[in-house]
């Protein structure tokens, strides 16, 4: 066979040492790798390139069946975009994996028996980034969740389980508040659930589930969510298997790939030689699983239990109890490397399989609904008389829709407000046609007149629509 070109980016901070390390690991286990070098992160900022990579990179990307990629430095300030977010978007790759394991007794943790993989959407929620502030008061951000990015990402945990022999998915989402966005991903879940009847699924809004991990992760297997639960819960997941920095990630697409350590670019120990390499390893791994080289994967992640089993740590893992030498980054890779085809004794040893076909997300296909125009939501900015404010809304209106409520931050004050109620200066002004009957495009610009000419500052507008009937808008505010 031969080599498979995979591309690397040495990264920031600590990305250069801890790449040393891992491509020294992999040399010296025989990875069949052709690697082609790319420059991305502080140094591509820095040259006016606000999304920290050339343009030119992404040919490179397209040719290579893997990327993995070191940590690296995002400038602060200066409107720079998360070079990561790019990536992930750019290339489609939907699927964030994150395999949190625990390596009781030799690392310690409270959670001896964990082993849970976080299974994240990776190209929408609020990680969209789209944001505004249009009033001195008021910031907002929009979440973005799509019933087609949800199927790819909840079936690919189910299908990641079946491969893994797992024997449940979890489901985490905000239903309770988010009716309509968590909501979808929700009923997502539970229709695919169905089509895996070997697999035990279950749901859990998110902060108790998160509580839940906390304290006891060995009470779940897989959980999947959208994409900012999933950021957070994987740290969370992380750290308390002992280290954040022991964690690889994977990103995967349906052509595209990109590996990389949960951690980040830690500038202050950089080129001191005490990171620990481990969590870019454990993405080198699931590197390796993806593009069938799981023999080397084996043999390189045996050969880490083994280093770990021995008590070779790195500081950050270091402990008096467990550990009998503390190491710097390179000798730490050294110590795997001396025990490449040696296998842990007490620890569990690993036997990865080669992927038996890559995942392929066929969508499901709905049948047509009837989608019908019944409404307009309208965001105002406005700092003056309460009072004159009101007036000025009850006048502007059109014969087929009518004033429902003025709210402010998800609170109704029209028609009735409430004494301690605190304003901002964004207020939310909701028109219905009677009976959620369909209206004209043109009944919303003429109303957009009618503020126009009583001197209302329109932010924007939300346009409301049922589909098959069906209010698909926030119906009721506290």
């Not at 109890?321 to 040893?349: D, R």
């Amino acid at each position: 066979m031969g080599k498979i070109p995979i591309a690397i980016a040495k990264g920031d901070g600590i990305g250069p040492e801890i790449m040393r390390a891992c491509l020294f690991i992999l040399q010296e286990a025989g990875a069949a790798l052709d690697y082609k070098e790319i420059e991305i992160g502080q140094a591509v900022y820095l040259r006016g390139i606000k999304t920290g990579i050339d343009p030119s990179v992404w040919d490179i990307l397209k040719d290579c069946r893997a990327f993995l990629k070191a940590p690296i430095t995002t400038p602060q300030g200066g409107g720079y975009k998360s070079l990561n977010v790019t990536i992930r978007t750019t290339l489609g790759l939907f699927a964030n994996v994150r395999p949190c394991v625990s390596y009781f007794p030799y690392i310690n943790t409270k959670h001896p028996d964990m082993d849970v993989v976080i299974i994240r959407e990776n190209e929408e929620d609020l990680y969209c980034g789209i944001e505004y502030q249009q009033t001195p008061d008021v910031c907002e951000s929009l979440k973005l969740i799509s019933r087609s990015g949800s199927e790819k990402i909840i079936r690919f945990a189910f299908e990641f389980a079946k491969l893994q022999n797992r024997k449940k998915v979890t489901c985490f989402t905000k239903d309770n508040i988010l009716k309509i966005s968590d909501g979808m991903f929700h009923k997502v879940f539970d229709e695919i659930a169905k089509e895996y009847p070997d697999i035990i699924n279950d749901h859990l809004i998110v902060d108790i589930g998160t509580a839940k991990i906390s304290d006891t992760p060995e009470d779940f297997d897989i959980v999947v969510m959208p994409n900012l639960y999933g950021d957070i819960v994987s740290d969370i997941a992380a750290q308390i298997t002992g280290s954040v920095g022991l964690c690889g990630s994977a990103n995967i697409g349906v052509k595209g790939s990109m590996f990389e350590a949960v951690h980040g670019s830690a500038p202050t120990i950089a080129n001191q030689d005490i990171a620990n390499p481990s969590g870019l390893l454990h993405a080198t791994i699931l590197m390796l699983i993806h593009i069938a080289q799981s023999g080397t994967a084996n043999l390189i992640h045996n050969a880490w239990l083994k280093t770990i089993e021995e008590g070779i740590h790195t500081q950050d893992i270091f402990n008096k109890k467990t550990s009998k030498k503390c190491v710097g980054t390179q000798e730490f890779a050294k110590s795997i490397v001396s025990n490449l085809g040696k296998e842990p004794t007490n620890l569990s040893k690993v036997h990865h399989t080669n992927p038996q076909e890559p995942y392929k997300h066929k969508p499901k296909v709905y049948p047509a609904l009837k989608r019908e125009l019944v409404g307009v939501d309208i965001t105002i900015f406005s700092t003056g008389n309460l009072n004159r404010f009101f007036d000025k809304v009850s006048h502007a209106s059109e014969a087929s829709l009518h004033l429902k409520f003025i709210s402010n931050r998800g609170v109704i004050i029209w028609p009735h407000l409430h004494p301690d109620t605190s304003l901002s200066d964004q207020y939310r002004i909701r028109f219905l046609s009677d009976d959620l009957k369909a209206i004209a495009q043109d009944v919303i610009i003429k109303l957009l007149q009618d503020f126009d000419r009583v001197g209302l500052d329109v932010i924007k507008t939300e346009n409301l629509y049922t589909l098959d009937g069906l209010p698909k808008f926030s119906s009721v505010d506290i």
